[in-house]
């Protein structure tokens, strides 16, 4: 089947060369593509069942992927609750304080 959509090009500034991307709509120019132009596509005529078992496998690998990075982020909360626990506390004196008796 054949798709309208768009060309963009973008600069890799690591290996220093433009890289080209199709995407369906052409509002990525504010996410740094610049756009070439419309263009028409041909994909591949995916079955209905095929594309939902193909979509429903990139959702669970996203979803996968949300849950990795919570476990991570809750892993470095932990590990900063227990340094914290961990910190001996010393009373400050009324002149370390800022304080002084009598005031």
């Avoid at 060309?7 to 593509?33: L, R």
């Avoid at 690998?61 to 909360?77: C, F, G, P, S, T």
Wanted: no cysteine; hydrophobic share 40%.
């Amino acid at each position: 089947m054949r798709i309208e959509a768009f060309a963009y090009a973008q600069w890799d500034s690591y290996f220093k060369h433009w890289t080209y991307t199709i995407y369906g709509s052409d509002t990525m120019e504010s996410y740094g593509y610049t756009l070439i132009g419309p263009v028409e596509v041909e994909v591949p005529d995916i079955p209905h069942d095929i594309l939902i078992a193909k979509t429903v496998k990139a959702y669970r690998a996203e979803q996968a992927k949300i849950r990795a990075d919570a476990e991570e982020k809750a892993m470095k909360l932990d590990e900063t609750i227990q340094t914290m626990l961990a910190l001996e506390y010393i009373q400050p004196t009324a002149a370390e304080a800022g304080t002084e008796v009598g005031q």
